[in-house]
């Protein structure tokens, strides 16, 4: 791999899946595994490096080439999850966003195997999140937009926390850049009740969330590659 290009590894695992057993775990996971391609056709086919591959049971990984794209697939996932029914309790996960650069992909592109960089930033901050009780974390080679996207990060925590799976179905409408006419027809409901989702869930403060994400990246990926463009000058 490009030392030089900046990837996002996501690292996730999904929240007290071993309550499942038997018939209804197969259906978490054929639902989970809906969720994960749902994700990858909301992305541009050459974004996904890697697709989702589960691994240890409820744990899960992606590699994704545009780090821009990181947040959005992060937070598709967890609507997706968290619209899901069926299951008693609600479905979400942690996922923890290790942004950097990859020494070693394989040619099977398993993302699992891989090493770098982003791998080491997604994967150690994973290990510590259950024991901050937080969601989301996003780790770059930047410390001074770790802190930022730290604060950011919880206070996004703290609004999808309350999300209902008919908020999340509306914040993932618009993700996927629907209308809310178009998002009240695809559930059969009014574009007053969507346009009631949507408030109740802060989704305008999500898009703008994301909008900052994306241009803030792009700005330290672009002055990183001309620094590094400058030394070998």
């Known amino acids: 791999m490009n030392g030089i290009h900046t990837f996002a590894v996501l690292t996730g695992d999904l929240e007290g899946s071993s309550r499942f057993k038997g018939k209804l775990r197969d259906e978490l996971l054929r639902r ?7 994700v990858e056709k909301l992305l541009p086919p050459e974004t996904v490096v890697s697709g989702f591959e589960i691994y240890r049971g409820d744990s899960f990984q992606c590699v994704l080439a545009c780090a821009e794209d990181s947040l959005l697939a992060a937070i598709a996932l967890r609507c997706c999850l968290i619209a899901e029914e069926g299951f008693g309790d609600r479905l979400d996960a942690r996922v923890s966003i290790g942004i950097g650069s990859i020494d070693f992909l394989p040619a099977s592109a398993r993302g699992s195997e891989g090493d770098g960089e982003a791998f080491r930033n997604s994967g150690t901050m994973i290990e510590s999140m259950k024991k901050m009780k937080s969601k989301t974390r996003i780790t770059t080679p930047w410390p001074e937009v770790d802190k930022d996207l730290e604060v950011m990060c919880a206070l996004f925590d703290a609004l999808s926390e309350r999300w209902s799976p008919e908020q999340a179905q509306a914040v993932l409408g618009r993700m996927h850049g629907w209308t809310q006419e178009m998002i009240a027809t695809r559930h059969s409901i009014s574009q007053s009740a969507v346009n009631q989702r949507l408030k109740l869930a802060g989704g305008a403060a999500v898009e703008k969330y994301l909008e900052y994400y994306r241009n803030l990246l792009k700005e330290k ?4 590659q001309d620094m590094k463009e400058e030394r070998t000058a």
């Open 32 to 38: 989970i595994k809906d969720c994960f391609r749902m």
């Open 221 to 224: 990926i672009s002055e990183g």
